[in-house]
């Protein structure tokens, strides 16, 4: 079975700052990985994904993910943030063992910006 | 760009009530998955749909039931609603195995 860990659920940093954003996964087959954004009262919104290839993965509003097989992590960052980034983060993962398949999402990291 | 179509965007319901949550997927897109996020919760998954037929099972009562139809939108029949039931519902859409999914804005429910 897989799951996700996300080792932080609140971050408080500074505005322009930079931030990251722990996610660890485990799962006896190979996976996909994800980072969604949710802001207040809104729906789920992709930030990036890892498939395959590049294990450095960049996504929407300046954020990027490394894909860490050997710490089988995939921690979220973004060199300076600005207050519009205060949101939840969920990192989740999907197995393409067979089938369509679900996303296992992890617990939410609360991403406070602060002026 | 077309996107996952979720309908109504909120809904109140007494204890014991039915609901229908309905998901229309983003055109050409086959899967359709389900997820139900509780107060301060990560999203769960509850159940997905690929081609018309159920394709995965998660955590979902058996008091709710979900199919998806002959042009690809699904529906969440929810009944004996409690009031843990209240949740945001997400409605997601892929193109196929593996592929991104693609979340509505959600249905909020809320049982009195």
């Known amino acids: 079975a897989q799951s996700v860990t996300q080792l932080d659920s609140q971050v408080p940093v500074f505005e322009e700052a930079p931030v990251e954003l722990r996610c660890n996964y485990s799962s006896s087959v190979s996976v996909y990985l994800f980072w969604y954004v949710q802001y207040p009262n809104q729906g789920l919104q992709l930030l990036l994904k890892y498939l395959s290839g590049s294990t450095l993965v960049k996504g929407i509003n300046g954020f990027e993910a490394e894909f860490n097989k050997s710490q089988t992590s995939f921690h979220l960052r973004k060199p300076s943030v600005h207050i519009s980034d205060t949101a939840e983060y969920f990192c989740?993962?999907?197995?393409?063992?067979?089938?369509?398949?679900?996303?296992?999402f992890g617990a939410g990291t609360r991403l406070a910006v602060h002026p | 760009a077309a996107g996952v179509i979720q309908s109504p965007r909120h809904l109140i319901k007494e204890k014991r009530e039915t609901a229908t949550l309905k998901c229309y997927p983003i055109?050409?897109?086959?899967?359709v998955y389900w997820y139900q996020q509780g107060p301060g919760q990560d999203p769960q998954f509850l159940i997905s749909f690929y081609e018309k037929m159920q394709s995965d099972k998660g955590s979902i009562p058996d008091r709710f039931s979900a199919q998806q139809f002959s042009d690809y939108h699904s529906e969440l029949n929810m009944s004996s609603l409690e009031l843990g039931d209240s949740a945001l519902y997400f409605c997601?859409?892929?193109?196929?195995?593996?592929?991104?999914?693609?979340f509505g804005p959600g249905t909020r429910l809320t049982v009195t």
């Open positions: 055109p050409r897109h086959d899967t």
């Open positions: 989740a993962v999907s197995d393409f063992s067979g089938g369509y398949n679900k996303l296992i």
């Open positions: 997601a859409s892929s193109a196929g195995q593996g592929d991104e999914q693609y």
